[in-house]
């Protein structure tokens, strides 16, 4: 349903502007059969490709994420009869049988306007936030659990000392977002863009950070531990002293990466396919100066040529 609406946008958008599915295309180095199946519903683009198309099409990001809602969501005309704030809107009082009366957030936010609102510490588990404007707002020791970001602009928002457990986020506008401290347990971070993002004093179990621009995110004094990197942009980043176990940077670009001075044990390095000349000397780019490994990841390092001259296996 999502996928239709924001292709009919794109359609509208596109014929407004004089443009054809070929011109598009050439403009974002894609196919017009990609295009193509944006367009009929078929997939959706990721927020890195939908910021550029915003450009190219002369729209506002907030033409496509308004479009954005779920099924479910009941309009505001069908819950009351006069004009109401977005707080208002989505908090509501419930009384549990006991009769002492608790706050609860309403399940879902999506396609809501909240830039700079106020949820710290607030227990919000299995929410949703699709097609929402979050930028700017605090989530700071909030505990949300299970819950979904989806297609929202997120920039600049707080999640420091957050609750993340089990939390998706997908395609997402993720700049300059702080996770300082955060809990980061089995979340998912897909497709969206975390330039100047920043985690830091956060321990990573099971995470995943799948097709994601993390050129420019800033990762401090973390561990990482069972996370998967798999097809995401990591070149030039700096993971130095950092913690790194089982972690897997399947197909992830490194070109240029450090990780001076790190502990990495059961840490895999491969491709997706065979071991292209390219991928093979992207490799050999990261600096593994003054780090430390177990043997099988040191082995599976030297026997690609990477250079670990002084590396400490331990």
């Known amino acids: 349903m999502e996928n239709t609406i924001i292709g009919d946008k794109i359609v509208s958008a596109r014929k407004k502007a004089g443009l054809s599915q070929a011109l598009v295309a050439e403009q974002l180095f894609i196919s017009p059969q990609a295009v193509g199946k944006w367009e009929r519903g078929e997939s959706i683009p990721d927020i890195v490709t939908i910021t550029r198309l915003a450009k190219i099409l002369g729209v506002d990001l907030n033409y496509f994420s308004e479009s954005m809602k779920s099924p479910d969501t009941e309009p505001v005309s069908d819950r009351?009869?006069?004009?109401?704030?977005?707080?208002?809107?989505?908090?509501?009082?419930?009384?549990?049988?006991?009769?002492?009366?608790?706050?609860?957030?309403?399940?879902?936010?999506?396609?809501s306007a909240l830039a700079e609102t106020d949820f710290a510490g607030v227990s919000a588990q299995k929410r949703k936030f699709i097609g929402s404007d979050l930028r700017g707002s605090d989530f700071s020791g909030a505990d949300l659990t299970g819950s979904s970001f989806m297609g929202s602009n997120v920039h600049g928002a707080n999640f420091d000392g957050a609750n993340l457990t089990d939390c998706s986020f997908s395609a997402l506008d993720l700049t300059d977002a702080k996770f300082n401290g955060a809990?980061?347990?089995?979340?998912?971070?897909?497709?969206?863009?975390?330039?100047g993002a920043k985690f830091s004093n956060a321990k990573l179990v099971d995470v995943k950070l799948s097709t994601?621009?993390?050129?420019?995110?800033?990762?401090?004094?973390?561990?990482?531990?069972?996370?998967?990197?798999?097809?995401?942009?990591?070149?030039?980043?700096?993971?130095?002293?950092?913690?790194?176990?089982?972690?897997?940077?399947?197909?992830?670009?490194?070109?240029?990466?450090?990780?001076?001075?790190?502990?990495?044990?059961?840490?895999?390095?491969?491709?997706?396919?065979?071991?292209?000349?390219?991928?093979?000397?992207?490799?050999?780019?990261?600096?593994?100066?003054?780090?430390?490994?177990?043997?099988?990841?040191?082995?599976?390092?030297?026997?690609?040529?990477?250079?670990?001259?002084?590396?400490?296996?331990n």
Do not use: W
């Open 80 to 111: 009351t009869s006069g004009p109401i704030d977005n707080t208002e809107r989505t908090i509501k009082e419930e009384v549990n049988p006991s009769g002492s009366a608790e706050r609860r957030l309403l399940t879902n936010f999506n396609g």
């Open 183 to 195: 809990i980061l347990v089995r979340t998912e971070f897909s497709s969206s863009d975390l330039s």
């Open 212 to 313: 994601s621009d993390l050129r420019k995110t800033i990762f401090e004094n973390c561990s990482f531990n069972g996370v998967d990197f798999k097809s995401s942009d990591l070149s030039g980043i700096s993971l130095d002293g950092q913690t790194f176990l089982g972690v897997k940077f399947d197909n992830t670009s490194l070109k240029d990466a450090s990780f001076k001075g790190a502990l990495l044990k059961n840490v895999s390095f491969r491709p997706t396919f065979a071991l292209t000349n390219r991928y093979y000397k992207t490799l050999k780019t990261i600096s593994f100066d003054g780090a430390t490994m177990d043997k099988l990841t040191y082995a599976a390092l030297k026997g690609i040529g990477v250079s670990l001259s002084n590396v400490r296996i």
